[in-house]
């Protein structure tokens, strides 16, 4: 695999919830062919200064899937899943995948902070100017985003806290100064780390994360059946359910799981 062959790609979204209120809908996407210049396509901030219809962007994110060249991300499956759930394209074969993030933990697994900004920062020497740029856009405007959206921004250390959950609000030239820095960040870190990880011998290890991580993302979506023996004792929050059924305490049951809550009960083999 040469680099130069890599498209990284880089939702910004609205805030992001627990399944099943999840994808988040994304605002715009920052994709980058090789080491050419990143290029932001903004269609849904609310503060305007978008550059394209949701349409077009879509067109583009087709093109990078129709491409047949290997994908770059940084938590892959957070953006393949609005690829895959909101734009309904299909979900790329495991190889064409890469995933800096898991290089990351490869590297340093006990590293105190696993973003990519700190990361960017701490590898490459590179500040995050464009996420303080953000934050200070978001505190200049606080009374119109308690007004309009909901949302009450509040400073720690001078900073804005958890400035995130407001990307989707900004303008869209911003943002994209902060999605192009994260596509641009995400490939510096892949070119960084890779040769490390193939001179420890871990790129094999790499490998199987990739292997494994579409079916980690099909049991999220789809969820996944436990068997429960002696359902009462220790399920009480799903109790309900099981006194529907009139079951005695023996009887095995089935617990269907989806992101972590249980949605469902019912007899083994039903």
């Known amino acids: 695999m040469k680099y130069e062959d890599l498209i990284t790609i880089d939702f ?38 978008n550059n394209c219809t949701e349409e077009e962007a879509k067109n583009e994110i087709a093109r990078a899937m129709a491409s047949g060249r290997p994908l770059l991300f ?17 979900l790329p074969h495991w190889s064409l995948v890469h995933d800096a993030a898991v290089l990351a933990f490869l590297i340093d697994p006990h590293g105190l902070k696993h973003d990519l900004k700190s990361l960017a920062e701490e590898n490459l020497n590179w500040p995050p100017e464009e996420r303080d740029a953000i934050g200070e856009w978001v505190w200049e405007h ?12 509040t400073r720690a250390k001078g900073k804005v806290s958890k400035v995130w959950q407001y990307y989707w609000i900004v ?31 871990m790129w094999p290890a790499y490998n199987r994360e990739r292997e494994v991580a579409p079916i980690f993302y099909q049991n999220e979506v789809v969820g996944q059946l436990e068997a429960l023996r002696g ?38 083999g039903v």
């Open 12 to 49: 910004e979204t609205k805030v992001i919830e627990d399944r099943p209120v999840y994808p988040p809908k994304p605002a715009g996407v920052s994709i980058k062919y090789g080491s050419d210049q990143s290029h932001y396509f903004a269609w849904g901030h609310a503060a305007g200064g």
């Open 74 to 90: 940084f938590n892959a499956y957070f953006d393949l899943s609005i690829v895959v759930e909101y734009f309904g394209f299909e």
């Open 142 to 153: 606080r009374k119109r985003i308690r007004e309009e959206f909901d949302l009450n921004p």
């Open 171 to 201: 303008p869209g030239d911003l943002a994209g100064a902060y999605a192009e820095g994260d596509t641009d960040r995400t490939f510096e870190l892949f070119k960084y780390w890779a040769p490390h990880v193939h001179r420890l011998g």
């Open 231 to 268: 359902a009462r004792v220790g399920v009480d929050h799903v109790g309900e359910q099981v006194d529907r059924l009139g079951r005695a305490d023996s009887v095995d049951l089935v617990a269907r799981v989806l992101g972590g809550v249980v949605v469902a009960v019912e007899p083994v």
